[in-house]
């Protein structure tokens, strides 16, 4: 990260003491920088603001406005986490993986700042492609998170460790959304035609019908699991909202898929299972999705905090071998993600994305055991809730309540994303 000018070729070489003053004065201009940034405050922005930048696609002005936007809003927000990263103790910020990410992010922080403005729509273009990129550059960064802090889990309190996941997640969620938001926004005002049927601005469905969801995630896992339940939808099932698709179906499909693998294990050997029954509730303010299972219920009643707890204080299998291992595999080798990934930037640039839940949850995140986690961070990104009631013997009801008007802000509660 720290390349230094290579002195002209009739200049004498750089002593150490002269080189080691320049890299000083290097990274306090780069402090300097970041400290600048961190100070500002994020521009958080509504789903329906979101969706104002695509209403005319067909209007350069508001693209451009969009793609500044999103410009000089993202190395904010990413100067936000290097500060907490910077406020981790040492220990933990150079362990292997940590300092993976803090690199990423620092490279990353460097490059929006000196981007120039974007003024035409071939700027425009070009800037996508370097959105891109980036995007495709920090796959891995939520399996090196997780390893890295799994593994540093001993030298941070619980509740610092979950505060500080619980931020890198959801603004991460959050750039990646302005982000991958202005590309599909920028492919639609370019022409290209989508494939999708429904109703869509940029990544943000219109209409997003929950019970086709609910069955698309359900069909997706039945594929998978052999002998695995059914599912009934019932309650307001024609219930359409505008929402970010593939947030909703990241969450779908993995609390489907926990209550599908509790009901097959707590019945294996009989001859039926117990269908899982996903209601839908449209309120004046929300939607509400409640999965009920009879797969016999946690042992154990956990605590929100337990359940969603990165931490192997609060959550004992962190640290077991089976789960570093897995985080190690998917850290190190990311190559079968990126093949899934590419494909997945190819079609963004083809077309718009089509989050397909099992590429969202099933590559990685279920593998590293932290699908839970990371929906009830999906949830609470517009400030909806994820609740789990359980009874032992019996079974698991999920509530999942999403925002539906689109006025909340993109929300992290007490801190700047
Ligand atoms: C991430 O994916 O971690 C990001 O921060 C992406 C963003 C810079 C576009």
């Not at 930048?53 to 809003?73: C, H, M, P, Q």
């Amino acid at each position: 990260m720290l390349t230094l000018a290579r002195p002209a070729s009739h200049s004498p070489p750089l002593s150490r003491s002269q080189t080691t003053f320049l890299a000083q004065q290097r990274l306090f201009y780069q402090n300097k920088q970041l400290e600048l940034y961190a100070a500002r405050e994020a521009n958080r922005l509504t789903l329906r603001q979101l969706l104002f930048f695509g209403r005319s696609t067909s209007d350069a002005e508001r693209l451009i406005k969009s793609a500044n936007y999103v410009r000089t809003e993202l190395p904010i927000r990413i100067a936000h986490r290097l500060r907490d990263m910077q406020k981790l103790p040492f220990i933990v910020v150079a362990q292997g993986e940590v300092a993976k990410v803090y690199e990423l992010y620092w490279s990353a922080f460097e490059k929006f700042r000196r981007y120039p403005p974007i003024t035409t729509t071939d700027e425009n273009d070009a800037f996508c492609g370097f959105l891109t990129d980036i995007l495709r550059e920090h796959w891995a960064v939520i399996p090196n998170l997780s390893l890295g802090l799994s593994l540093a889990s001993p030298h941070l309190s619980a509740d610092v460790l979950d505060s500080f996941m619980r931020r890198m997640l959801i603004s991460r969620i959050s750039r990646r959304v302005l982000a991958e938001h202005h590309i599909a926004l920028s492919r639609m005002h370019s022409g290209k035609t989508s494939t999708y049927p429904e109703p869509h601005v940029g990544i943000i469905f219109t209409a997003l019908d929950v019970k086709r969801s609910l069955e698309k995630c359900a069909n997706l896992l039945r594929n998978q699991g052999k002998g695995w339940p059914e599912i009934v939808v019932d309650g307001h099932v024609t219930t359409r909202f505008a929402y970010i698709k593939e947030h909703l179906e990241y969450i779908l499909f993995e609390l489907l898929k926990n209550a599908m693998q509790a009901t097959a294990l707590h019945h294996r050997g009989a001859p039926g299972l117990p269908p899982i029954r996903a209601t839908v509730s449209s309120g004046a303010n929300d939607v509400g999705v409640r999965i009920s299972d009879q797969g016999g219920g946690l042992a154990t009643v956990k605590t929100p905090s337990d359940l969603f707890s990165f931490s192997h204080l609060r959550n004992a299998a962190r640290l077991d071998d089976s789960h570093i291992d897995a985080l190690r595999s998917v850290s190190s080798s990311p190559l079968g993600m990126r093949a899934t990934v590419d494909e997945q930037v190819g079609r963004w640039k083809q077309d718009l994305i089509d989050p397909d839940p099992e590429v969202q949850a099933g590559v990685g995140h279920t593998k590293i055991g932290i699908g839970l986690p990371m929906s009830n961070i999906f949830a609470t990104y517009f400030g909806g809730s994820l609740e789990l009631v359980t009874m032992n013997g019996w079974g698991t009801d999920v509530y999942l309540r999403l925002p539906k008007l689109g006025t909340n802000l993109e929300t992290l509660e007490g801190s700047e994303l």
